[in-house]
């Protein structure tokens, strides 16, 4: 169902890689509620993934940029004022990837060339993404910008490794940067923290499965679905959450305030 709560905004989605994608939900849930749309993805994903079909299916211009280069940024940005005619209203960072997980290096052994890779694109491309996107003149006053993050920034999940710290950095580099263009523009940014979700880059992780029944036990309304998680970000989008910022917002079905469930104890 639709309640026209983007009419008339514009906005820039990231990391939108397949259908599995909390990122992918978000643009056809904006895209349903009236938002005009331009999504952005890393070369080497147009490759691999799906973003061309979700572009042609939502009418919206697929611009390539590596979100580690300003460069790129730059053009990006450029692209997004030529295309809507003016700022945006909103930005989704949905974008994370750590070399250190995919080889399977443990924490505490950590290769550290493949750590700062892990932090430069998970974590820095966010303030990269802001700090362009201010000097640009990018963000329309009263806009809304969100980032994704998992509770492993707050608690201990060892098999999440160095994304753990990249999560942590991404939340704080969201209240410092919300203070600042707050202050400025009334933009708001937040971080949506979500349940264990299967997306193509979530089942990489080792142990995936079974942190993801774990949550699903311990919270008390289950898991939430990408779905799920694309409504709340439209509704952080909108202007129904205009005072809302600089806040790590649980979107877990509960998990992150339980100590322990009955089903876990049996």
Known sequence: MSYGLLR???GIITGALDDKSIAWHVALRAHEEGAQLLLTNAPVALRLGQPKALSQQLNAPLIPADLTQISDIEKLYEEALRHFGGPVDFVLHSV??????????AYAELDYEFYFKTLDVSAVSFHKMLQVGRQKGAFARGGSIVALSYIAAQRVFPKYGDMTDAKALLESIARMFGYFLGKELGVRVNIVSQSPTPTTAGTGI????????????MSPLGNASAAACADFIVALFSDLTRAVTMQTLYHDGGFSAMGIAEELLQ
């Open 8 to 10: 008339g905004k514009k």
């Open 96 to 105: 994370g990837m750590s070399p250190n997980v995919r080889k399977g290096k």
């Open 206 to 217: 080792a142990g995936f499965q079974a942190m993801y029944d774990y949550a699903n036990k």
